[in-house]
């Protein structure tokens, strides 16, 4: 049963208050999670080739077929249950549409996590006394 007119406006109302009260929550949602098939694919493709050729190899005593049948059989499956590295954008679009070089986060300005247990330890052991 497809929604009323009232519950769509409540649902993209939400929505809206979702994406501007946290962003990152809001496009982690709406994305898609496509699970990489293909990957899935080529990667057994490749694993069963790497075990036949394994396995041809130890019936002819062909000892160096064998390591490359396991070193195909190893790679197929490495390429299938690794997940592709997602790249971040390249730079920041101007207002009159050119384009510039990301900026690089400055290090002085952040804390690393043992500056950040030190500050805290600090604190605690300031507020004892």
Do not use: N
Not at 11 to 26: F, G, K, N, Y
Not at 53 to 67: E, K
Not at 91 to 100: E, H, K, L, M
Not at 111 to 124: A, P, Q, S, V
């Amino acid at each position: 049963m497809p929604l009323s007119e009232y519950e769509q406006r409540v649902l993209e109302q939400m929505e809206r208050q979702l994406t501007s009260d946290d962003p990152r929550l809001a496009t982690t949602l709406t994305s898609s999670g496509r699970k990489p098939v293909l990957r899935y694919i080529l990667g057994g493709v490749g694993a069963l080739v790497g075990l036949l050729l394994l396995v041809i190899g130890a019936a002819a005593s062909l000892v160096w077929l064998g390591v490359l049948g396991f070193i195909v059989m190893f790679a197929a499956v490495a390429v299938a249950f690794t997940k592709p590295r997602k790249s971040g954008p390249a730079g920041v679009v101007r207002p009159d549409g050119s384009t510039a070089p990301r900026p690089t986060a400055k290090k002085s300005s952040k804390k690393g996590f043992m500056d950040r247990i030190e500050e805290r330890w600090d604190r605690r052991s300031d507020g004892g006394r």
